[in-house]
């Protein structure tokens, strides 16, 4: 049976860590915001990453480039069935966006204090793309003490649902 771990390295080729198949890893951007994405093995060199399948120099050559820290996820965080993909530190505050693939509306994006002590402030979403605009004005709400009323978003998106069928 083929070994099916997915290394990571330096642009110059010098292994930094090894995760299994399937396994998740956790990328620190410049500006602190963490990404958390499964990662699955397609051959000794290349990985699905994001919905992309990456050669693991190119990979390297990207996070290098951007600043971007790497490191194995052991078991990303699940809440209430969601799985935090995301997580965006502004003060003392958090934000993460989490998908639940099972749920009626199957991503969501909270509000939550740096010292983890719970989540709260739920707003739920039925695709990635409107969950994904929550996330980050919620963000930049807290970031510039402006106003965001996510009501307004919601209404936009299901409209949008309701004209699609």
Same mark, same amino acid.
């Given at each position: 049976?083929?070994?099916? =771990?997915?290394?990571?390295?330096?642009?110059?080729?010098? =292994?930094?860590?090894?995760?299994?198949?399937?396994?998740?890893?956790?990328?620190?951007? =410049?500006? +602190? =915001?963490?990404?958390?994405?499964?990662? %699955?093995?397609?051959?000794?060199?290349?990985?699905?990453?994001? +919905?992309?399948?990456?050669?693991?120099?190119?990979?390297?050559?990207?996070?290098?480039?951007?600043?971007?820290?790497? *490191?194995?996820?052991?078991?990303?965080?699940?809440?209430?069935?969601? %799985?935090?993909?995301?997580?965006?530190?502004?003060?003392?505050?958090?934000? *993460?966006?989490?998908?639940?693939?099972?749920?009626?509306?199957?991503? *969501?994006? &909270?509000?939550?204090?740096?010292?983890?002590?719970? &989540?709260?402030?739920?707003?739920?979403?039925?695709?990635?793309?409107?969950? &994904? %605009?929550?996330?980050?004005?919620?963000?930049?709400?807290?970031? %510039?003490?402006?106003?965001?009323?996510?009501?307004?978003?919601?209404?936009?998106?299901?409209?949008?649902?309701?004209?699609?069928?």
């Amino acid at each position: 049976m083929e070994n099916r =771990e997915i290394r990571f390295i330096t642009s110059d080729y010098k =292994e930094l860590f090894r995760i299994p198949d399937g396994g998740y890893i956790s990328v620190t951007l =410049e500006n +602190g =915001e963490q990404l958390i994405r499964k990662c %699955t093995y397609r051959g000794e060199t290349h990985f699905d990453y994001g +919905g992309e399948c990456l050669h693991i120099c190119q990979f390297a050559e990207i996070m290098e480039r951007n600043g971007n820290k790497v *490191a194995p996820c052991p078991k990303p965080e699940i809440v209430a069935g969601y %799985t935090i993909t995301d997580r965006m530190p502004v003060r003392d505050k958090v934000f *993460a966006l989490a998908h639940n693939p099972d749920a009626v509306q199957p991503w *969501a994006t &909270w509000q939550g204090r740096n010292d983890r002590t719970g &989540w709260d402030y739920g707003h739920y979403w039925t695709n990635r793309s409107d969950a &994904w %605009t929550d996330y980050f004005r919620r963000a930049d709400s807290e970031r %510039t003490g402006r106003i965001y009323d996510h009501t307004k978003e919601y209404k936009k998106a299901r409209n949008r649902n309701d004209e699609a069928r």
